[in-house]
């Protein structure tokens, strides 16, 4: 079974600092990871995604996530925060035998204060 | 990419009545999901809804409490039956498309932006 995990509930991060949002993974093959962001009143807005090729991928909005095999991570980052990234990050993996099927993680609150 | 819009936005219902969500895409799409949103948690798959054909359902949804119509490769509806307030939620609606770029093809989800339901 394919399943994410965000261990945090809430990221809190002053304006201009680096900001991590953290996702491991349990897979049973090949992982297809995402993130996406939702902002408040909106729905669902894609950010990144990793299939396979370089472990550091770049998305929307400046932000880049690390795959990490050994450590069976897809941590988000971004090198500067801005206020306005302050909304709610979920880390989402496909199921590799119903592709259409995705499995989300519970969630992270980015606060980002200036 | 896909536009997908959801009516209504948002509403306030009473216990014991229906509500029927529309979600409608800019593009021909097979397959539509559904998922539902609780307050303070994350997504949850309910139906996957083709055109065509009746929607599959993920455990501990039926389609007598969510029945989903698919009349056409653009619109699917989602209805909550017999609401009580344990179904208030955030119900959006999501398309898969296939998208081919110059870094490569893949698959990408887009979503609505939600129905908030309040079921008082």
């Known amino acids: 079974a394919q399943s994410v995990a965000q261990p945090e509930d809430q990221v809190n991060v002053a304006e201009g600092n680096p900001l991590t949002v953290k996702c491991t993974y349990s897979v049973s093959g090949n992982p297809y990871l995402f993130w996406y962001v939702q902002y408040p009143n909106r729905g669902l807005q894609f950010l990144l995604k990793?299939?396979?090729?370089?472990?550091l991928v770049k998305g929307s909005y400046g932000f880049e996530a690390e795959f990490n095999k050994s450590q069976t991570s897809f941590h988000l980052k971004k090198p500067s925060a801005l206020v306005s990234d302050s909304a709610l990050y979920f880390c989402a993996v496909r199921d590799l035998y119903n592709f259409n099927k995705f499995y989300f993680g519970s969630g992270t609150k980015l606060n980002v204060k200036p | 990419s896909a536009v997908i819009s959801q009516k209504p936005s948002r509403d306030i219902c009473q216990r014991g009545t229906s509500l029927t969500i529309q979600c409608q895409v800019d593009?021909?799409?097979?397959?539509m999901f559904w998922y539902r949103q609780q307050p303070g948690q994350s997504l949850t798959l309910i139906a996957t809804?083709?055109?065509?054909?009746?929607?599959?359902?993920e455990s501990g949804f039926v389609i007598d409490k969510f029945p989903i119509s698919r009349p056409n490769l653009t619109f699917s509806t989602l209805t909550v039956s017999n609401m009580s307030p344990e179904d208030s939620s955030i119900y959006l609606c999501?398309?898969?498309?296939?998208?081919?770029?110059?870094?490569?093809?893949?698959?990408?989800?887009?979503f609505g932006p939600g129905t908030r339901l309040t079921v008082l």
């Open positions: 990793y299939i396979t090729g370089d472990n």
């Open positions: 809804a083709n055109q065509g054909s009746e929607a599959t359902y």
């Open positions: 999501s398309v898969d498309l296939y998208l081919l770029r110059q870094g490569g093809s893949y698959n990408e989800q887009f």
């Open positions: 593009s021909q799409v097979t397959m």
